[in-house]
Nanobody, 115 residues
Framework: QVQLVESGGGLVQPGGSLRLSCTAS????????MGWYRQLPGKQRELVAA???????NYADSVKGRFTISMDHAKNTVYLQMNSLKPEETAVYYC?????????WGQGTQVTVSS
């Protein structure tokens, strides 16, 4: 069974930066995708960024140029560096792992962008 543990959320001022981390534990295949989604209050969960174990990346248009996803394969960890954060990006951020037929979610971490 695979579990995801997230960290790095918190309160940041507009224009500030945060880095989220998500570590997978358990039986990990060699090919998988890990990524970050966010859910704003009253809205559906949306993709922020994702990265495959082979190196390909996918970003939401709204975060291109400001957010960077990266992966440490040895640690089964994915990071999301978020720069120039905006108040409207206040949300719960969820880590996701897609591996074979499995679609695994973390518990979520709150990111609040406010002065």
């Amino acid at each position: 069974q695979v579990q995801l543990v997230e960290s790095g959320g918190g309160l940041v001022q507009p224009g500030g930066s945060l880095r989220l981390s998500c570590t997978a534990s358990g039986s990990i295949f060699s090919i998988y995708q890990m990524g970050w989604y966010r859910q704003l209050p009253g809205k559906q969960r949306e993709l922020v960024a994702a990265m495959s174990s082979l190196g390909s990346t996918n970003y939401a248009d709204s975060v291109k140029g400001r957010f960077t996803i990266s992966m440490d394969h040895a640690k089964n960890t994915v990071y999301l560096q978020m720069n120039s954060l905006k108040p409207e990006e206040t949300a719960v951020y969820y880590c996701n792992m897609q591996m074979g037929k499995m679609d695994i979610w973390g518990q979520g971490t709150q990111v609040t962008v406010s002065s």
